[in-house]
């Protein structure tokens, strides 16, 4: 729910976003990692390796988010998967999102304030509600489907908003009420030692944490109110220049496209440059109905589109700089791309099919 008229939904509160924030998925993919969940499960979901992770601006699927807390709660199926999660988690963590819900007159002014940023750090399809009756219910609901993930997410968000109260107020606050959508595990003593209270339930219509008012209510003994228009400003910025990771294939086209810059590709070649093995790509290909062949046949056509309608360079030195044998190779390859010669350059190539759609 996102208030009418706030900036953060003029920058582009796109409801089909699918993304989450590089901040989150480091927690999320370093609790996994700490549970013993293997290095090669981890690596092989997108976007978890450090390199990826290394900007604020960068996001990351939410698919891949997905994937590290199925990794994390099948290594933890019991209750504590989430638990685990929000405990590595202190102030700052998550950056700009931990210090706007905890900078405001009161707890509960800190959350309004903050609500129409919550796409900081997860996609905007992932509920985030406030209501307030006296106390202060905070509300989340994941898109995630397996019941044992989303126990486990679900979990995770319901003790970082404790947690965040707690340290926001500086007191020992315990909820009203905790509230699971998920059936009662065989014992929850974890999550009554976690949220102070036995208050909680099971199989509720949703996930919830309730604070009292005078919780709710109580002035944040740090407010700042210049620092709190500075993060709104900041995260106004974040969300306009945000932009999504590439997917597995576009990062690979993109290498493939550079090393044919470069030198002929091979798919051990490529597959260094994006630091994986090749096997690990070929799966990554397979998965999108590709292979090295088509992808390999498809950037030289790129190329060599761009190389005719340049018009300085005789085919048989285009055929070398694609990797071919001779121009008649390349002469060859051409009339499978596009039904003519060389000699047609530009003017006949077809500017947006991909070979394997060219009509021969």
Same mark, same amino acid.
């Given at each position: 729910?996102?208030?009418?008229?706030?900036?953060?939904?003029?920058?582009?509160?796109?409801?089909?976003?699918?993304?989450?924030?590089?901040?989150?998925?480091?927690?999320?993919?370093?609790?996994?990692?700490?549970?013993?969940?293997?290095?090669?499960?981890?690596?092989?979901?997108?976007? /978890?390796?450090?390199?990826?992770?290394?900007?604020?601006?960068?996001?990351?699927?939410?698919?891949?988010?997905?994937?590290?807390? *199925?990794?994390?709660?099948?290594?933890?199926?019991?209750? #504590?998967?989430?638990?685990?999660?929000?405990?590595?988690?202190?102030? #700052?963590?998550?950056?700009?999102?931990? @210090?706007?819900?905890?900078?405001?007159?009161?707890? %509960?002014?800190?959350?309004?304030?903050?609500?129409?940023?919550?796409?900081?750090?997860?996609?905007?399809?992932?509920?985030?509600?406030?209501?307030?009756?006296?106390?202060?219910?905070?509300?989340?609901?994941?898109?995630?489907?397996?019941?044992?993930?989303?126990? &486990?997410?679900?979990? @995770?968000?319901?003790? @970082? @908003?404790?947690?965040?109260?707690?340290?926001?107020?500086?007191?020992?606050?315990?909820?009203?009420?905790?509230?699971?959508?998920?059936?009662?595990?065989?014992?929850?003593?974890?999550?009554?030692?976690?949220?102070?209270?036995?208050?909680? *339930?099971?199989?509720?219509?949703?996930? %919830?944490?309730?604070?009292?008012?005078?919780?709710?209510?109580?002035?944040?003994?740090?407010?700042?109110?210049?620092?709190?228009?500075?993060?709104?400003?900041?995260?106004?910025?974040?969300? &306009?220049?945000?932009?999504?990771?590439?997917?597995?294939?576009?990062?690979?086209?993109?290498?493939?496209?550079?090393?044919?810059?470069?030198?002929?590709?091979?798919?051990?070649?490529?597959?260094?440059?994006?630091?994986?093995?090749?096997?690990?790509?070929?799966?990554?290909?397979? *998965?999108?109905?590709?292979?090295?062949?088509?992808? +390999?046949?498809?950037?030289?056509?790129?190329?060599?589109? &761009?190389?005719?309608?340049?018009?300085?360079? /005789?085919? &048989?030195?285009?055929?070398?700089?694609?990797?071919?044998?001779?121009?008649?190779?390349?002469?060859?390859? +051409?009339?499978?791309?596009?039904?003519?010669?060389?000699?047609?350059?530009?003017?006949?190539?077809?500017?947006?099919?991909?070979?394997?759609?060219?009509?021969?």
């Amino acid at each position: 729910m996102v208030p009418e008229g706030s900036s953060a939904k003029t920058l582009a509160l796109d409801l089909t976003d699918s993304t989450a924030s590089t901040q989150l998925i480091r927690l999320v993919r370093d609790a996994a990692r700490d549970a013993g969940v293997g290095a090669d499960r981890l690596a092989a979901i997108h976007g /978890t390796d450090d390199a990826a992770l290394s900007g604020e601006l960068t996001r990351i699927p939410l698919r891949s988010l997905a994937q590290l807390w *199925e990794a994390l709660a099948t290594a933890h199926p019991d209750p #504590g998967a989430g638990l685990r999660v929000a405990a590595a988690a202190p102030l #700052g963590t998550l950056t700009t999102w931990d @210090y706007l819900i905890t900078n405001g007159p009161t707890l %509960s002014a800190a959350l309004r304030a903050a609500q129409p940023y919550h796409r900081l750090v997860t996609a905007a399809a992932e509920g985030f509600d406030l209501t307030e009756d006296g106390a202060l219910t905070v509300g989340f609901r994941t898109t995630v489907g397996d019941p044992v993930v989303s126990a &486990a997410i679900n979990e @995770y968000v319901l003790a @970082y @908003y404790l947690r965040r109260a707690r340290e926001a107020t500086e007191r020992a606050v315990r909820p009203v009420r905790v509230t699971f959508g998920h059936r009662a595990p065989r014992t929850h003593r974890l999550l009554v030692d976690t949220f102070g209270t036995d208050a909680i *339930e099971f199989d509720a219509p949703a996930d %919830s944490i309730t604070f009292a008012a005078g919780d709710a209510n109580a002035a944040l003994p740090h407010a700042d109110p210049m620092l709190a228009d500075l993060l709104r400003s900041h995260a106004d910025l974040v969300l &306009a220049a945000a932009r999504p990771l590439p997917s597995p294939l576009e990062a690979f086209r993109l290498a493939l496209a550079a090393e044919l810059a470069e030198r002929t590709p091979t798919l051990v070649t490529v597959a260094r440059r994006m630091a994986m093995s090749p096997r690990t790509l070929q799966r990554h290909l397979a *998965e999108h109905d590709t292979t090295w062949r088509q992808e +390999y046949d498809a950037v030289r056509y790129e190329r060599a589109k &761009a190389l005719l309608a340049h018009g300085d360079l /005789t085919t &048989a030195a285009i055929a070398t700089r694609l990797g071919f044998a001779d121009d008649r190779a390349l002469r060859k390859a +051409y009339h499978r791309w596009t039904g003519g010669t060389p000699r047609d350059r530009a003017g006949h190539l077809d500017a947006t099919a991909r070979p394997g759609e060219i009509s021969v």
